[in-house]
């Protein structure tokens, strides 16, 4: 157990070596520190205005973290795939004369802590913003660990039998998956003819079935009976509760464990591995997994001469694609617009300025969730692009326009349930989509022009900071023009304003960007 520890304090060292050695490591972690300190204090605000803000707030919330982190965790472990080895351990750690039972429990540091953050996070949450008493806060901790205990105990046993068939592991899997799906369509509909109010959602989790859920359901009772009033129920699902935490613990010490979760754990390292590779390259991963992709035979042909043949290259791929331009980004954006659109409906309305709160949202979800990497950033990549007889302009055009129509109806699908709910004019809800697709037009020229400007020597991370600053202070020049027509002349100018202007930076960023596909050896 020494020796593990050695080498995760080496590891932590190292880390820090490398990050001190790249002062833009440590400006990127400093700017995620400030970006969740800003988060947490918007989700407080939050709280407050959809008057989340008491006690019964606050068991709402950790009856929806517990239901689906316990079950998702569960369907991890059962699968073997809940614990972040490196491709290195199977070499090392695993050969190691140290008991897989200590190497397992070693190697999910990483599960506890962010347990703990969470708590911790709760803890103070309860104190500044739910107004819960200190005395329920101690007792609330001593669930947190409790259910620290019952995690690393599952794990172990999850981990360490051999009587779980990999053909149960998946069904395990397959069943958890189905009972979320469930869980969610009767949340969604229950919603959907309720309304989202405060009472309707105490309401709902107020449910007695919630409670009776095995071990789920006793920790839900828990945070009811700690939080809120005791009774019967919640008095026997606490018990039961710990009951089941001290049955697991002595389990999973006396359970033998011979090592052979290790062959699991080391394709998982693997797979881990290969995805944060594709994270890096700039694609927006969502799984751990990437499935084998199954494309459609296609009869149809396109003939096209210079830079146009790149769009009808990437259309015919596209076509190609089951989904076809419907990607993860359009499922994130049609999310987030069916959530905002219910969760600040009646803040945005009783604003009475809810076309700015959209405008907001529109702006939010260029900056943030500009990661992911589209066909058009592949074109730079390939030698035969420059050898195009075509001018750069005409080349950057096509190379981008199928990302337009795919931004387009990622916009479509943001700013209609947002503008359907809060009743937005119509008109500015389409204003809302052009400023839109312009937004994500300008994120990606402005990410070739950064390309140009930065190179390799930042590396794709520094490319993308400096891409968010430069865009952040080009729109936000705009902003200020457009709130200031806004508030002196009229709040109708607001939409057009902002169209007009962004419309003519991203003009002029995308005619500067047009260099980089003039000359491949610009980059060498």
Known sequence: ??????????????????????????????ACAAYAVFLAVMLAELAVQMKFDSAKGMVIILTVWSLYLFLLNFMSYASRKGIFFRPAHAHFIFNAPVDPKVVLIHGAWMNYLSSVVFFLIFIIAGITVF??????????????????ALEISLMVCLYSSERISEKAREWIGRGIKVFLLMVTGLIVLYFWKKGVSFAAVSAFFDWPIL????IIGWEISAFHLILLSPDLLNA????????????????????????????????????YAEMIKRKKNGEMVMGLEEKKKKFRHMTVRYQAVGAK????????????????????????????????????????????????????????????????????????K???????????????????????VKAFVDGVLLCVPIG?????????????????????????????????VVGDVLGRTGQDVVRAFFQMFVLGIGVMVAALA?????????????LIYSMIVTVIIGLIAAIRFDSMEQMA
């Open 236 to 271: 026997a699902g606490m018990v039961l509760y710990l009951l089941t935490t001290i049955l697991l613990v002595i389990l999973a010490y006396r359970m033998p464990c011979n090592g052979d979760y290790y062959e699991d754990a080391a394709k998982f390292a693997d797979t």
């Open 309 to 380: 043949a790149i769009f009808y290259r990437q259309l015919l791929e596209y076509r190609k694609e089951r989904t076809f331009i419907f990607s993860k980004m359009t499922l994130l954006n049609l999310g987030i617009g069916i959530v905002m659109a219910f969760a600040m409906r009646e803040t945005a309305q009783e604003s009475g300025i809810p076309q700015i709160f959209l405008l907001g949202i529109l702006a939010y979800m260029t900056l943030i969730f500009s990661g992911y990497l589209g066909k058009w950033e592949t074109e730079i």
């Open 486 to 498: 806004g508030i002196f002349i009229s709040m109708d100018l607001v939409f057009p304003i902002a």
């Open 420 to 452: 359907i709910l809060w009743k937005v004019n119509v008109l500015e809800v389409i204003l809302g989509i052009l400023i839109y697709t312009i937004l994500q037009a300008n994120r990606m020229y402005s990410k070739v022009l950064a390309q140009c």
């Open 211 to 214: 409670r009776m859920i095995p």
């Open 382 to 404: 390939t030698p035969y692009l420059y050898l195009i007889p075509d001018s750069p302009v005409k080349k950057l055009w096509y190379s981008t326009l199928m990302e337009h």
């Open 1 to 30: 157990m020494r020796a593990l520890l050695y080498l995760t304090k080496r590891s932590m060292i190292n880390n820090l070596k490398k990050a001190v050695k790249k002062p833009l490591t440590l400006l990127v972690v400093l």
């Open 131 to 148: 107004d819960v008493s200190p005395w329920r806060i101690l007792l609330f901790a001593g669930i947190c660990i409790c259910n620290l």
